[in-house]
């Protein structure tokens, strides 16, 4: 990019709203747990749609690439740029612009973290179900790009199951406007395709999403296992129960000892598992299905088994299951979290396959996921200063990627493809598929300028190259710092 | 067309199952209850998925225009050729090629009838919650092509929340397969893109659709009230409230008129209105929230309110409202179904307007919808062999629908665009929006040969012109036999 044409961008913007000293740029430079290091040419920091739009514009003038990035929490290289790329950072575009309690329904910015939404719904017995663990921080612009999860997704589903609509600027600097309140859309699901297309069609400017009613009541349950295999015993009781849990969540024994060091959660000792589930609902019914579960789960033998007496302890059992992440860093200079899907019923499988492929590469794998949806996600800790131990935790990565496929499941359950997994799509989809899912990407974004380098394997946009801007292949290399 | 062409593809299908003398066209000219009249050059009728990507193939390469075909129940001309185009009737595609009930799913062919799928299911205590009138004969392709909706989509969402995933042979005759039995999907909703899409990318070949347990018990409410602004009243109250029914519906007097003639259903007498409520889950909740409903139906002072008390009297009230639309057949020579979708709280204010637009064109309109979505149904009785009843019925139809745009709906519930509606687009998306739409149309069927002229206003897929077609703008030509 021309010195030139950064200056103009920096004209667009008001003072302290462009950066491009190093020292400014280095918090942009990675996200949230990956090892990626990229460095952006500048981050704007738009406060209005209008600006949003109007950079959008500049941008596919000058066929720059650029990135939205909201909190940074991508798990996958998703907020991350291509080198030289500009970063939109999006967190001042943080207004919730209506709360419609009779509609159950919520307007919001992009840069609008996902826990304020709830804590606004809140007074009007209302909360926005997706519930990623990084809710407390994460924008809801992020959720939208990656169609976020979280542990309340087995029952209430992904972030597309809760937006309504979108307005959006396509990186052909086109404002569009998608579904609305009403369920009932015109064609496609237009509005669905653009839930999770990982910022590659466009930036969100203004997002509706659904409101649920809060439960009335919650039963919550923790119980220790001796062995990962009989937690996932449990879940496979539970499901076949036919019961409908809110949550199902299992951490194992490292899982554990993270969370005990960093937020001292107390766990049954001479535990290998711990399982997680939780009812929520109208009152009566908790209480009938309380009685079902409390059944399976003394049937199924655990060390010890813990039922919330009231919202604090509730709280305190989430709190250990939402710190495990970062809490498995005090455990471990460096680590990858995979995120990867299998068959439920052969979760047992999947957690002795993942144990044997760590024994042989001679690394620790934590695990905290999703049971309920067998969203698995194994945290590989490595330590970035000893020579090849990255590469061996990547290998590692990649093979248990590929059981998850082989398995019959997917490359990635809730953080989305990236940066991270992009030479991994072909394991999941034909090359006619990808081609198409090309065509689509190009129908938003025909110059490929909306965070290029992510999701699709090869290099792509060649129109880029043409114009000699940095080789995109370049996009998926790692700097370690 | 040449005649070689059609001697060809005919030379591919074994003798019956391909149709072109005028007789065998004739049930293929028209669909469920529009207008519309167009014949096609031939109708193919494959057995299996192999047969119908070749056909697809063979289309492509010709460069035809092609319709897929289930049981012709659209109501907006959906399922009918381009004049001189082939239709892929997909009727016998009629497997349910596997039934899970541990992972509550089923797979099954395009052509497999609606309520076959419950019907199979009921056994394992599951059941396909998507109910469009039609359902008895209507087929699972068409509810994906149109993401059909249904009484009971107002608790459980259209068509498109209940597939998970779709194998589909593309226009270009590629063939792909996209999400699969886990919400957890890697990119944006690809099988979301591909529900709803009118025919317009290609052919599903396999779809598989999500079970829902049966509702372990149900609470049904026929009420009959003086006015239709009484019933909808009554709706606003039982929303307001809290309650989410499986099912919100009313009919007003005509239809009701209609209902007694064809099935002898019995109503309150002396009522302009009748609406139907039901509640369904667990026993324990149906019988809070009936408490509850009976207050709210009590207050809102009805002529009487008749509870349902065994399944024999659920069913005729069932069968009362899913016969309105064929019903209203026997009060008038001819009707147009409309179908748009006005804001629920802004219902009463609707059927008022329409009520007033009727008595301006002299023309008689049954009202019959689905009040817990906002989703109208105004059926518009004409003669069609009084000169200009038609051009006035059709006059009357898009008053509605601009009404519908006007007070913030839409011009399509669950029917779609197809043919009927291809005009009224440009009053509900602006002109990027539908740009858009048809880059992201053109990424599945770049020559335009799937399903042309519908859903898009103006003349379309200029690539068939040039080789010499039939123009597309006379595709929506109503030619009245």
Redesign the interface.
């Known amino acids: 990019m021309t010195a030139a044409v950064l200056q103009r961008l920096a004209a667009m913007m008001p003072p302290g709203r462009f950066l491009e000293r190093p020292e400014q740029l280095a918090a942009y430079e990675s996200d949230g747990l990956t090892a990626f290091r990229v460095r952006p040419s500048a981050v704007v920091i738009p406060e209005t749609a209008e600006e949003v739009i109007a950079l959008v514009r500049f941008c596919h003038a000058e066929k720059l690439p650029f990135v939205a990035r909201g909190s940074g929490t991508s798990l996958s290289g998703g907020s991350l740029p291509v080198e030289g790329g500009i970063v939109v950072a999006l967190n001042r575009l943080n207004r919730i612009l209506r709360l419609d309690p ?2 159950r329904l919520a307007v919001v910015e992009p840069g609008v973290v996902n826990l304020d939404v709830t804590a606004t719904a809140m007074v009007h017995g209302l909360h926005y179900a997706p519930d990623p663990s990084s809710q407390s921080i994460c924008t809801v612009g992020g959720n939208v790009a990656f ?1 976020s ?1 979280g542990a309340h ?1 087995l029952k209430y ?2 972030t ?2 809760h937006v309504l609509g979108i307005k959006a600027v ?1 990186a ?1 600097g ?5 579904g ?11 509005c ?7 910022g590659l ?1 466009g930036i969100a400017l203004e997002i509706t999403l659904q409101l649920l ?1 809060r439960a009335e009541c919650y039963h919550t349950v923790l119980a220790g296992y001796r062995t990962l295999e009989q937690a996932g015993d449990a879940v496979s009781a539970v499901i ?1 129960s ?1 019961l409908l849990p809110g949550a199902i969540e299992i951490m194992d024994a490292l899982a554990l000892e993270a969370a005990v060091a960093a937020v001292h959660a107390e766990y049954p000792p001479g535990c290998e598992a711990v399982l997680i589930v939780e009812l929520e609902g ?1 009152r ?2 908790v209480a ?1 299905d309380r009685e079902r579960l409390d059944q399976i789960i003394a049937a199924s033998q655990p060390v010890e088994a813990r039922p919330a007496r009231d919202a604090e302890e509730r709280m305190a059992i989430w709190k250990g299951r939402k710190s495990a992440f970062s809490a498995v860093g005090r455990l471990s200079p460096d680590f990858i979290v995979q995120d990867g ?1 299998v ?1 439920r ?1 052969r979760l047992g499988e999947a957690l002795r396959r993942i144990g044997d492929l760590a024994r042989k590469s001679g690394l620790r794998v934590a695990n905290v996921f999703h049971a309920g ?3 698995l996600h194994p945290l590989i800790l490595f330590n970035g200063r000893v020579p090849g131990e990255l590469q061996q935790a990547e290998a590692l990565a990649g093979e248990i990627l590929k059981m998850c496929v082989e398995m019959g ?6 953080h ?2 990236g940066m991270e997994k992009r030479d991994y ?1 072909p394991a ?3 090359p ?2 990808i ?3 090309r ?2 990407r ?3 974004d025909p110059l490929g300028i909306a965070n290029p380098g992510k ?1 699709f394997p090869s290099a792509e946009a060649p129109s880029l190259q043409h114009h000699g801007l940095h080789p995109l292949e370049k996009a998926g290399v790692i700097s370690r710092e």
């Open positions: 009779a509609q169609n999860g997704c589903g992904m597309a199951n396509l052909t086109e404002v569009v406007e998608w609305g309140p009403s369920r009932e859309t015109v064609g496609p699901d237009w669905g395709l653009f839930t999770g297309n990982e069609f009613p076949a036919g109208p009566e019914v009938a899907v068959p019923r949806d067998g969203n499941g997917s490359i990635t359950g809730e989305g493809v799509l999941m989809f034909s006619d598929e081609d198409c899912m065509r689509l190009a129908a938003f999701m």
